[in-house]
């Protein structure tokens, strides 16, 4: 299942050193307020620690993360829309994303100049959510302009749509993002076609200096008090600290250095762990001597599609999935165990697979 987080913010705010700490791609850091050309593209291990509980019981050749998908786009500007800086491109490169993950520069450096000439999180904000609601206004008028014409001929459905799209447009005319207007589910289907890049879900993240790594600092705060009440998830990142965990290829010297600085785990392990909750996905294993595997799926899969995610034979064939929970899986030691102890379930074609099960499938093609 591909799919894709894209890392965005103005130039010069740590998109891409971040981006390095958590991708299996290292691209070289812009300095002084320049930054990538290009969209630097990487795959990103979810951490799971259940997978090595796993593998306790059931000793293994292989381990296999799950995995997301990264982008890192290149810094917005102002007038981003109109060609300025990456201009279209940027723009064109969200819009294959499924979230954002929404980068800010929270901390003071003489040898990185801001490109606005201070440090302001909430100026950024603003001026990337207006780029992207300039876009998405754009792309409302013009298919406006279209059922316009089919509501002409009496089509009743794009008068419909006509009524949808106005309340859309005057949503983002008042400087509002598009998932913040409340429509019925049934209405979505007008906008659906146009991707519109304030539709995707965001994650916010505050890249500060180290020694604001775990309380944040005045412009963290200002961060949190301007995305009040839109149920943002905000967290809090050093990026330098994290650059130089990603160096240490020894988990003790790893541990001990997140000790030095209070933290109990990498920044971006919470990044990646968020962005994947963010995308409303959840984790089902395969179990066995081979390899222990964590695949990804939607909430509310059943389990012929989770089997499709495995491969499109065990869908198309599906006849029934074994399933153990995790908990009596490691409770109990064994799938042998959970079998004597009535914890091997036997699912049809409706049973909504968990996050944590373990499934074994059935198939006949």
């Not at 991708?23 to 630097?40: L, M």
Request: hydrophobic fraction near 40%.
């Amino acid at each position: 299942m591909a799919l894709h987080c894209g890392i965005i913010g103005i130039a010069g705010v740590g998109k891409t050193t971040i981006f390095n700490c958590i991708s299996d791609t290292k691209v070289v850091t812009g300095a002084f307020g320049s930054g990538p050309s290009k969209a630097n593209m990487g795959v990103v291990k979810v951490p799971d620690q259940r997978l090595y509980e796993l593998e306790k019981h059931q000793p293994t050749n292989k381990i296999v993360h799950t995995t997301v998908e990264i982008v890192d786009i290149p810094g917005l500007a102002k007038g981003s829309t109109k060609g300025e800086g990456a201009g279209g491109k940027f723009l064109g490169e969200i819009r294959n994303t499924d979230a954002l993950i929404h980068v800010i520069r929270c901390f003071d450096s003489d040898l990185l100049p801001h490109i606005e000439g201070s440090v302001n999180p909430v100026r950024d904000i603003e001026t990337v959510n207006l780029e992207l609601q300039v876009k998405d206004h754009e792309s409302v008028e013009k298919k406006l302009e279209r059922l316009k014409r089919a509501a002409r001929s009496g089509d009743k459905e794009a008068v419909r749509g006509m009524e949808v799209l106005e309340r859309y447009r005057i949503h983002l005319e008042g400087f509002n993002v598009a998932r913040t207007l409340a429509v019925r589910e049934d209405e979505k289907k007008y906008i659906d076609d146009l991707f519109l890049l304030t539709m995707k879900p965001v994650m916010y993240v505050c890249n500060v200096d180290e020694k604001s790594a775990v309380a944040g600092n005045k412009y963290v705060e200002r961060v949190k008090e301007f995305l009040s009440g839109q149920n943002a998830e905000i967290l809090v990142i050093a990026g330098a600290i994290e650059a130089e965990i990603a160096e240490l290829d020894n988990s003790d010297d790893r541990k001990a250095f997140l000790n030095d600085f209070g933290l109990e785990e990498p920044g971006v392990d919470k990044l990646v762990r968020a962005a994947y909750k963010m995308l409303d996905l959840q984790t089902f294993f395969t179990v066995g001597p081979k390899e222990i595997r964590a695949w990804t799926i939607k909430k509310g899969m059943t389990a012929p599609q989770a089997a499709g995610v495995i491969h499109s034979d065990l869908e198309r064939g599906f006849i029934r999935a074994e399933v153990m929970k995790y908990n009596d899986f490691i409770k109990l030691g064994s799938e042998h165990a959970c079998r004597d102890s009535g914890k091997l379930y036997i699912e049809g074609k409706n049973y909504i697979v968990a996050d944590g099960d373990i499934l074994n499938i059935r198939f006949n093609v």
